[in-house]
């Protein structure tokens, strides 16, 4: 999810007309960060400098974003060449691009690590300073539209901006009002969206990104440049739809069936192999997910097929001919030539050797996690996808979201084939893979073709609702209902999850539309930090779940049954005292 919410960072920074202007960013009503831009009249042409530094909310952690951009125009305004740099992870990625005869001469480095690659260049498209001349071409009247090419150095290839002028609006900017106009900017291939209002010359004064609740407004360096303060809206649960209904034990779920509507996208293009569409209605589609274990096994090294070929490739995210990579891979699977056995072996591997699991890093390479040991979803799936094919085993990295208390929030797996295409997860680690996830995206992560591969993820992004309509578990079909969450009898709290516990005097429970992701109901006491969070811990698929011993006054654990657990987890001082209260019980 990480990378989509970069690539919309870094394509939309507002073009500037000034030659130097300084932005605060806001996530919600924190400010989270900077945008500075300058613009240079050079002998030749023109050069463009960006730059932007975030920190944003996910799940309580701090997440640091920061790029640089610098492109350079001709006098007349065509692209000549761009450098980018951003960084995510323990190492930046650079980008370094130079036109020359209606080719792109690329040098990726990742993890210290240079590619060189070539590809057409696309004539129409434009680089800040040939934008801004269109926009002063087409003009501010209601109604206009029009539109132009950019290059993503994320996905590989070029991007459709659709721009439409609404209207003549009044917005406030340092402490005054000004006379704007509205402009609305959509990234097509991800139907992301973008609300610019600019002045009378076509500079920005105010931008608003509704996927990531992002507000940039103009201001000075020494305010742009201040730390980040306030309650800024978490990412995490920003994006991450909420079920009418809760799921005991999501993780043994073999099959589901989902009605998914989308505000923008369309679910039949994410019919893969362990998904299919079963029918349509207007903008809601019902999706039904089967998981589980390869029926269909190979040996390993898989062939490199013309089919399979780009599934086996290192690159620049993926660097499976590391040898430090092809060691590993190794030692996992030792002599195993089952590819399947060999697969679950390298899974059960990378959920073990990635010792710090966290959400510090914002994305990490294959190499970089290798060394680190640390990281969520995406390092795990990058790693795992990394050491399947050093060990000749097809993979590809799937985005999408995972069922996780009540939610459906934004994660990161692989998909090997051993035969047949077969989704591992070793974030979670278990014997096989629920179905309690949205597949939106595969990639092999080569470069080219990934806007395709995952624009429908970024579509996901900009608003979708999810209701189960029926899950398999332990071969029984369970039709499920919308159902609230628990109901209050007096003091006591009745969970749908099969679990009761008392309420604290002085304190309340939050309603359902403020729990946040991963967490099945919240207490709060006298202030918004006195809180007892409450989480279903469920296991891994195919394994016990995984007793937690926890220090006096940190938590409870209420034991469910052999595969689930509830962890009821004080978040300060006041929250440790009253978790005496609430007296949990089945």
């Known amino acids: 999810m990480r990378r989509a919410l970069v690539l919309f960072l870094f394509l939309v920074l507002p073009v500037r007309a000034q030659e130097e202007t300084w932005a605060e960013v ?42 640089d951009v610098d492109q350079v125009e001709t006098a007349d305004l065509k692209p000549v060449r761009m450098k980018t740099k951003t960084l995510m992870g323990p190492q930046p990625t650079e980008y370094d691009g130079t036109i020359e005869g209606g080719t792109l001469k690329l040098i990726v480095t990742t993890a210290g690590q240079p590619k060189e690659s070539e590809m057409p260049w696309d004539a129409a498209a434009l680089f800040p300073q040939g934008v801004k001349a269109l926009m002063k071409e087409k003009g501010f009247a209601p109604g206009t539209t029009y539109s132009y090419k950019m290059f993503s150095t994320d996905t590989g290839g070029f991007i459709d901006m659709s721009v439409e002028v609404v209207g003549p609006e009044t917005v406030e ?5 000004h006379e704007a106009t509205r402009m609305k900017s959509t990234l097509v291939q991800f139907g992301m969206v973008q609300d610019d209002w600019v002045d009378a010359s076509g500079s920005p004064l105010k931008s608003y990104v509704k996927m990531l609740d992002m507000t940039t407004v103009r201001s000075t360096k020494e305010a742009a440049l201040g730390a980040p303060s306030g ?10 739809p909420r079920v009418k209904g809760l799921v005991a034990h999501p993780r043994r779920v073999t099959e589901a069936l989902y009605a998914i509507t989308l505000e923008v996208g369309d679910v039949s293009k994410i019919a893969f192999s362990n998904q299919a569409v079963e029918k349509q209605d207007g903008k809601t589609s019902w999706l039904r997910v089967k998981n589980g274990a390869a029926t269909t096994v190979v040996n ?35 002599g195993e030539e089952n590819a399947w056995t060999a697969a679950k072996k390298l899974e059960r591997w990378v ?10 890093v914002a994305f990490a390479t294959a190499s970089e996690v290798l060394k680190s040991r640390e990281g969520d979803c995406s390092e795990h799936a990058v790693l795992l996808a990394a050491l399947a094919r050093a060990a000749g085993i097809p993979s590809k990295v799937c985005t999408g979201f995972l069922y ?9 797996w692989t998909s090997v084939w051993v035969g047949q295409w077969v989704d591992l997860d070793a974030t979670l680690g278990g014997e096989w893979t629920d179905a309690m996830r949205l597949k939106f995206g595969e990639s092999h992560l080569n470069g080219s073709g990934m806007a395709e591969e995952m624009g429908e993820m970024y579509k996901a992004l900009a608003g979708i609702k999810v209701d189960v309509l029926e899950v398999v578990r332990d071969g029984k079909t369970e039709k499920l209902e919308a159902q609230t969450w628990w109901s209050v009898e007096g003091k006591t709290v009745k969970h749908s999850l099969g679990f009761s516990f008392d309420v604290p005097d002085g304190w309340t429970v939050l309603p359902e539309d403020q729990v946040p992701v991963a967490s099945v109901a919240v207490l709060q006491g006298k202030t918004t930090d006195d809180r007892i969070q409450v989480i279903y811990d469920d296991c891994a698929a195919g394994r016990p779940v995984e007793v937690r011993e926890i220090p006096p006054g940190q938590a409870e654990v209420l034991a469910l049954d052999d595969a689930a657990q509830v962890l009821f987890v004080a978040r300060s001082q006041d929250a440790s005292a009253a978790l005496k209260s609430l007296h949990p019980r089945k």
């Open 404 to 412: 996780i208390g009540g939610h459906f929030g934004g994660h990161a």
């Open 173 to 177: 900017v340092l402490g005054e009002k």
């Open 300 to 334: 390993r090294p898989v062939p490199a097929s013309p089919e399979l070929e780009q599934f086996l490739l290192s690159n620049s995210y993926l660097q499976s001919a590391d040898p430090e990579m092809v060691k590993a891979a190794n030692e996992a699977v030792g």
């Open 26 to 67: 806001y996530m919600g009503k924190g400010k989270a960060g900077y945008a500075h831009e300058t613009i240079e009249k050079t002998a030749d042409g023109w050069r463009t400098h960006q730059e932007m530094k975030v920190t944003m909310n996910r799940m309580g952690n701090p997440l640091v974003i920061e790029s």
């Open 231 to 240: 309650e800024q809206t978490d990412v995490m649960q920003h994006v991450s």
């Open 351 to 360: 959920h073990e050797g990635i010792t710090s699991k966290n959400m510090d």
